[in-house]
């Protein structure tokens, strides 16, 4: 079991998702950050007026638990959708995770589909 953490450009949450969800990834968590990258591209994006020292603009962070035979085929669903090949695309983070529960049911394991 793995935590992806996806800190995608905020314009492309939406296919991101679509493609996800379709795919049969119902479960994940979206989080309004802000970032900046040693290139950051703010074509299309907004300056932030929070963090205007860093250059830090709006980015999305997807957490998407998923079993480990799931995490290349999420990764690559995230890079297809995610990219535009200028700077400031973002980064896919992977962590191992030890044990997650559902708080409804008695259910424990995998949460994501
Ligand atoms: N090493 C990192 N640690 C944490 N967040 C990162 C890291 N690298 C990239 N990010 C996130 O991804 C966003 C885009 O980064 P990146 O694609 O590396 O841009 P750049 O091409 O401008 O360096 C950043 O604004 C930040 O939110
Ligand atoms: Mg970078």
Known sequence: MKLLKAFIRRRKT?????TLK???FHSMTFVECEGTGRYSDHEKEHIS???PYADAYKVIKIEILVSDAHVDP???LIRKNA????SGDGL???SP???AY???SDEKGILSI
């Open 83 to 86: 990219r535009t090949g200028y």
């Open 14 to 18: 939406e296919d991101v998702f679509n």
């Open 49 to 51: 007026e929070k963090y």
């Open 97 to 99: 995770v030890d044990e």
């Open 92 to 94: 896919i983070i992977v």
């Open 102 to 104: 559902k708080i409804r």
């Open 22 to 24: 379709k795919e049969g």
């Open 74 to 76: 999420v990764i690559q």
